[in-house]
């Protein structure tokens, strides 16, 4: 039988189902809706696209480090913090991190597409899919990073996942000092957030950026004074936003006394070492997501008027 554009927006509109779910349902029950219903409901597809449109915005982010030599981070997305610190959700974590350490494939959609590391018969998307009929959430893996170094990486997971830090390092040096300092720097960057490892790998662009927003707010804040102390202003204040942004330039938060740079340097020659920061990677939990109201009774008053 032929399986039309009709039959197929009529069992995705009953099913809530993705059309390429639909189509082959129905060609795997010969166009009949209601067998196609049945047979998208057995593998899971129909529960599961249905809550596919619901916000996953909480979560836990998750590390795996193979070797001190290839590491992976990825956060994983459920509709509830409830969810998120359940043992099935964490295993699942867990799992697909580890899948993300061994991948050779760089976004989300391609390992989608791969084999599931827990069952081969499977593709990780099916398994996502599978998860989602379980748990009874929207579930989302959002994003991934997979890190390869000659140098050693280290991680840093804090508050039981809703941030995650890896940091590589060149060293000729490894040993438990080095990988200790490392992990301190982690819990720096988890804490502080920097945009970049040095002033180095600041660009042109944004310099150029910030010193127009910087200008406009010192001329507006100092309407009387000339452009040449105006200038020195903005100069003052740039140096102080990227120390901000910039991880060696930063204040040691363990000993203000010393910047990260310092702390780093101060390592390395306790340790007879050449160490020096390569590149981080840091998530956090539901950044730039939009999360859903969980005070019920406010969000109805709202809707009110």
């Given at each position: 039988?032929?399986?039309?554009?009709?039959?197929?927006?009529?069992?995705?509109?009953?099913?809530?189902?993705?059309?390429?779910?639909?189509?082959?349902?129905?060609?795997?029950?010969?166009?009949?809706?209601?067998?196609a219903?049945?047979?998208?409901?057995?593998?899971?597809?129909?529960?599961a696209?249905?809550?596919?449109g619901?916000i996953?915005?909480?979560?836990?982010?998750?590390?795996?480090?193979?070797?001190?030599?290839?590491?992976?981070?990825?956060?994983?997305?459920?509709?509830?913090?409830?969810?998120?610190?359940?043992?099935?959700?964490?295993?699942?974590?867990?799992a697909?991190?580890?899948?993300?350490?061994?991948?050779?494939?760089?976004?989300?959609?391609?390992?989608?597409?791969?084999?599931?590391?827990?069952?081969?018969?499977?593709?990780?998307?099916?398994?996502?899919?599978?998860?989602?009929?379980?748990?009874?959430?929207?579930?989302?893996?959002?994003?991934?990073?997979?890190?390869?170094?000659?140098?050693?990486?280290?991680?840093?997971?804090?508050?039981?996942?809703?941030?995650?830090?890896?940091?590589?390092?060149?060293?000729d040096?490894?040993?438990?000092?080095?990988?200790?300092?490392?992990?301190?720097?982690?819990?720096?960057?988890?804490?502080?957030?920097?945009?970049?490892?040095?002033?180095?790998?600041?660009?042109?662009?944004?310099?150029?950026?910030?010193?127009?927003?910087?200008?406009?707010?010192?001329?507006?804040?100092?309407?009387?004074?000339?452009?040449?102390?105006?200038?020195?202003?903005?100069?003052?204040?740039?140096?102080?936003?990227?120390?901000?942004?910039?991880?060696?330039?930063?204040?040691?938060?363990?000993?203000?006394?010393?910047?990260?740079?310092?702390?780093?340097?101060k390592?390395?020659?306790?340790?007879?070492?050449?160490?020096?920061?390569?590149?981080?990677?840091?998530?956090?939990?539901?950044?730039?997501?939009?999360?859903?109201s969980?005070?019920?009774?406010?969000?109805?008053?709202?809707?009110?008027?």
């Amino acid at each position: 039988m032929a399986i039309t554009a009709s039959m197929v927006k009529e069992l995705r509109e009953i099913t809530g189902a993705g059309m390429l779910d639909c189509k082959k349902a129905l060609t795997e029950t010969n166009g009949d809706i209601e067998a196609a219903v049945e047979f998208l409901r057995m593998h899971g597809q129909a529960k599961a696209e249905k809550k596919a449109g619901r916000i996953a915005a909480e979560g836990l982010v998750g590390t795996h480090i193979i070797d001190d030599k290839t590491a992976a981070i990825a956060e994983v997305n459920s509709e509830t913090d409830f969810v998120s610190q359940t043992d099935e959700f964490k295993d699942f974590v867990k799992a697909v991190v580890e899948q993300t350490a061994a991948t050779n494939n760089v976004d989300v959609e391609a390992l989608l597409e791969e084999p599931w590391k827990l069952d081969d018969s499977k593709t990780v998307k099916e398994a996502l899919t599978e998860k989602v009929s379980v748990i009874g959430e929207n579930l989302n893996i959002r994003r991934f990073t997979k890190i390869e170094t000659e140098g050693v990486i280290v991680s840093y997971i804090h508050g039981g996942g809703r941030i995650g830090v890896l940091v590589d390092a060149d060293t000729d040096v490894v040993n438990d000092e080095i990988k200790l300092a490392l992990r301190n720097v982690a819990m720096q960057i988890a804490a502080m957030s920097p945009k970049y490892v040095s002033r180095d790998e600041v660009s042109a662009e944004y310099i150029e950026h910030e010193k127009g927003i910087l200008l406009a707010q010192a001329k507006e804040e100092n309407p009387e004074k000339p452009d040449n102390i105006i200038e020195k202003m903005i100069i003052g204040r740039l140096n102080k936003e990227l120390k901000e942004v910039c991880l060696l330039d930063q204040v040691y938060v363990q000993d203000s006394d010393l910047t990260v740079g310092k702390y780093i340097e101060k390592v390395a020659k306790e340790n007879n070492a050449k160490l020096s920061i390569k590149r981080f990677v840091r998530y956090e939990t539901g950044e730039g997501l939009e999360k859903k109201s969980d005070d019920f009774a406010a969000e109805v008053a709202a809707q009110l008027g």
